[in-house]
């Protein structure tokens, strides 16, 4: 089984933050076509649907890489998260963490509900997932002591995630695969990119690559494009939470250099969320269609969709001077 390149990295992880393979690496990096330069930087797909056991995969996945050991150091029997009616990380949880023998418990607000949402709620009834429709954050929020009672096992607390997995371990995920990327340039598989677009949702993705990407010691820009507007993702929200996860690696013993990490580090962008999380715009619907007819990835409507509209309205403007410029796959196959 491939070794994280963190273990390789920081031996001193080995022992104190253990990682369970849920995928194989490295996922595919490939050149994407002229339609994805839009006469602007040339263009490559990391393909993260790659990453997971071939019925669900995605960008969820790397983070349950870490948080599964993670529950299971910490005990109680359940998973306790949150997320949208159409919520990938709550059916990614469920699943990968039953084949490990931990229950979850899913409080799920709403969403504007499409096929996409549909299909995925079918899917989270049939998981095994104890669900809880509280509808909104707010409620949400008021039903959590009642939640936390209700799923202790084993006279445990449930063991509590935020929405998207995004904690500090979680985004220990993207880390890891910022140490992949790099070890993809170090063997020549593309130049070194100077920007990379990630669709933001709950951030840890964004905030494991800003870090990774810099522990790997890679000049590449992230650009985070902001597709919720339910939680605060802007730079400075992004920047803590790679923070966190730094502190993280030092508690549990790296020998990190000093990043100094800053809302400089990174470009933010809200302008394609449209109305709002969940909603359809214009502009990721043509992303969408430009991609099929070029037989690019099957980009979803809610993240990799906007994520794409971003990058080609970018490059159109050649906000990435001469790249090359990565786009991250984070939609699994469904
Ligand atoms: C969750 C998700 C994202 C966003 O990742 P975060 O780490 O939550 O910001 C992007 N794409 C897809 C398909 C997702 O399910």
């Given at each position: 089984m491939?070794?994280p390149?963190?273990?390789?990295r920081f ?11 849920l995928?194989a ?7 994407l076509?002229?339609?994805a330069s839009?006469g602007g ?6 393909d993260?649907?790659?990453?997971g ?10 983070k349950?890489?870490?948080l599964?050991p993670?529950a299971q150091r ?13 919520t ?6 469920t699943?990968?963490?039953a084949?490990?023998g ?11 509900v499409d096929?996409?949402v549909?299909?995925?709620l ?6 095994g997932?104890?669900?809880?429709h509280?509808r909104t954050?707010?409620?949400?929020a008021a039903?959590v002591?009642w939640l ?7 006279g ?8 998207g997995g ?9 880390v890891e ?17 100077s ?9 840890g993705?964004a905030?494991?690559?800003l870090?990774g ?6 000049r ?6 902001v ?7 802007d ?8 923070r966190?996860a730094?502190r993280?690696l030092?508690q549990r ?19 394609w969320?449209?109305?709002?999380y969940?909603?359809?715009t ?12 070029h ?7 809610v ?19 001469d ?6 796959q984070?939609?699994g196959p469904?």
């Open positions: 491939r070794a390149y963190l273990h390789h031996p001193a992880l080995r022992d104190t933050l253990a990682h369970v393979p995928g690496g490295p996922t595919p990096l490939t050149p076509g002229a339609w839009n930087a040339e263009v490559w797909l990391k993260e649907g790659a990453f056991d071939g019925d669900w995969g995605g960008n969820k996945v790397r349950l890489e870490w599964i993670e910490r005990g109680p029997r359940t998973i306790l998260s949150f997320g949208g009616l159409g990938n990380w709550g059916y990614a949880l699943r990968y963490a084949a490990h931990i229950d979850t418990a899913l409080a799920l607000v709403d969403q504007p096929d996409h549909r299909a995925q079918v899917r989270l009834r049939g998981s997932a104890t669900l809880h509280t954050k707010a409620r949400t039903c002591p936390l009672v209700r799923h202790v096992s084993r445990r607390l449930p063991y509590v995630l935020p929405a995004s904690s500090a371990v979680g985004a220990i995920g993207y695969t910022a140490l992949e990327l790099a070890a993809q340039v170090d063997a020549g598989t593309m130049p070194e990119p920007h990379l677009v990630t669709a933001v949702g709950s951030g993705t905030a494991g690559l870090l990407l810099r522990i790997a010691g890679l590449t820009r992230v650009v985070a494009v597709v919720n507007d339910t939680l605060r993702l730079a400075v929200a992004l920047v803590r939470l790679a966190r730094e993280l030092r013993g790296a020998d990190l250099p000093d990043q100094r990490l800053t809302v400089d580090d990174l470009d933010v962008t809200t302008d969320l449209g109305p709002g969940g909603h359809a214009p502009e990721a619907e043509a992303a969408r269609a430009l991609a099929a007819a037989e690019g990835p099957p980009l979803d409507p993240y990799a969709g906007k994520a794409t509209a971003a990058l080609l309205a970018m490059n159109a403007a050649r906000r990435f001077g790249g090359p410029v990565v786009l991250l984070t939609n469904r």
